[in-house]
């Protein structure tokens, strides 16, 4: 490589050394800077979650809102060094949360026979509002899609199924949902817990046998359909009982 | 469309289940089958109760018009359940022996049993010592239609003398012959 000679360059060399010099320094900074923005974030969160606990914990509105600031700052409450995440470790929430989950299972597990396992959030959180004696909206939909989290450990494939339209389903049993039992699900919900083949042959396109082929499946095989043969119109109507709406 | 419960003219409150189109429909799925069986059964017999109703017919769910209908049909969503299904219905709760073909031999009609032999042994018991009828005779008549109304009004006679059987293994009752048919003798169990 050619270099100058003479005085240019000498100062070329340090002038490039010079902001070099210049340039770590300025990221040491704000690498301080940022890690003590870290620390003082952190002392803040868990000072705002110690004192507002009561709170949070009896306040489904002011849980909601914790849990977005937490998730727009990219803090997930659930995650953390200890079992149970920083709802355990800042909230004491652990509990509360596993608690909540084992009577979802209770849930699940008590209406499995009626709907094949498979059931509609809403009904979902109106039952289990229902067997702790509170209110409707003490425990929200967000409060149980957490807990269904902390049951992934167990492997008993609890799953929350989004079927469109704003609804969603959690599924208690193990067992794959096919893109077609899904639809049927979905167009289930829009017509209040039943389908028909025409329907679904209309509203998709689906060929005939594409659809008898689903539906016996869900009716027979999985038992998430019951069977209507007195329908005024249709003679065979399909019955999902998780997408009914059963006042009780 | 949501499913709720409903008051009967009868005063009988109907279960949500009631007003679900499928449940009047014998399901394919054996657990489906299995669980609105339970369902049903428990319907008729808390239904019987209600009404003092002993027997259910096959032809209950032929035509309008029989005691049951209340139960068996749902004019709000124009269901009813078909004779076949009630058959199997009934031949579930033989099973389950809370109920039994009465007559013997056929599968058309049953007595159902919302109390067990055992449960009407007690009942009878305790009426006769109530009323002080103890070791008087009693003809079946006198029994199943008093004349003071009482917890055995309507008893068909071959479910008492089913409760009178289990009675007499406790020497509590003899049965014993009378000039137009049949009595009993009741004493200190």
């Known amino acids: ?248 | 469309m949501a499913l709720s419960t409903h008051t009967t003219p009868s005063g009988f409150l109907l279960p949500s289940i009631h007003s679900a189109p499928p449940f009047f429909t014998e399901q394919p799925n054996q657990t489906t089958h299995a669980h609105l069986t339970e369902q049903w059964t428990r319907l008729i017999l808390t239904y019987a109760r209600h009404k003092r109703l002993f027997v259910l017919r096959v032809e209950d769910a032929e035509a309008p018009g029989s005691d049951w209908d209340e139960i068996l049909r749902n004019e709000r969503i124009n269901r009813r359940i078909l004779p076949s299904y009630l058959s199997s219905l009934m031949a579930a709760m033989v099973a389950k022996n809370i109920a039994v073909y009465e007559p013997a031999k056929q599968t058309r009609a049953v007595l159902l049993y919302w109390r067990l032999p055992e449960e009407w042994a007690d009942v009878l018991h305790s009426w006769a010592t109530a009323t002080g009828q103890l070791n008087t005779i009693l003809t079946f008549y006198e029994i199943s239609d008093p004349p003071i109304p009482s917890p055995l009004s309507g008893i068909p006679i071959p479910l008492l003398r089913r409760a009178i059987t289990i009675l007499s293994r406790s020497n509590r009752a003899q049965i014993i012959g009378v000039a137009d048919g049949e009595g009993v003798r009741f004493f200190v169990g």
């Open chain 1, 1 to 248: 490589m050619h270099r100058g000679v003479g005085l240019a360059a000498f100062d070329k060399e340090q002038v490039s050394q010079r902001f070099a010099e210049l340039s770590s320094e300025l990221s040491k900074t704000q690498v301080d800077h940022l890690q003590s923005q870290l620390t003082q974030f952190r002392t803040a969160l868990s000072h705002f979650a110690t004192t507002h606990r009561d709170s949070i914990r009896s306040d489904p509105a002011f849980r909601h809102a914790f849990q977005q600031m937490c998730s727009s700052i990219g803090v997930d409450p659930l995650a953390g060094p200890r079992k149970g995440g920083w709802w355990a470790e800042m909230l004491g929430m652990g509990d509360w949360q596993y608690e909540l989950g084992v009577q979802i299972v209770d849930v699940c597990v008590s209406t499995r026979e009626r709907n094949g396992g498979v059931i509609e959030m809403g009904e979902l959180v109106r039952m289990v509002s229902k067997l702790r004696g509170v209110e409707s909206g003490v425990v929200t939909e967000e409060d149980v899609i957490r807990s269904i989290k902390t049951l992934q450990p167990l492997g008993a494939g609890y799953e929350v199924l989004d079927v469109g339209g704003g609804k969603k389903m959690v599924r208690s049993v193990v067992k794959e949902l096919d893109a077609d039992q899904a639809v049927i699900l979905a167009e289930a919900q829009v017509e209040g817990g039943w389908i028909v083949e025409a329907i679904l042959e209309n509203r998709r396109g689906w060929t005939g046998q594409r659809t008898r082929a689903a539906l016996e499946n869900m009716l027979l095989r999985d038992g998430l359909c019951w069977l209507d043969s007195q329908d005024e119109h249709y003679g065979r109507a399909y019955w999902v009982p998780s997408a009914m709406r059963w006042d009780e």
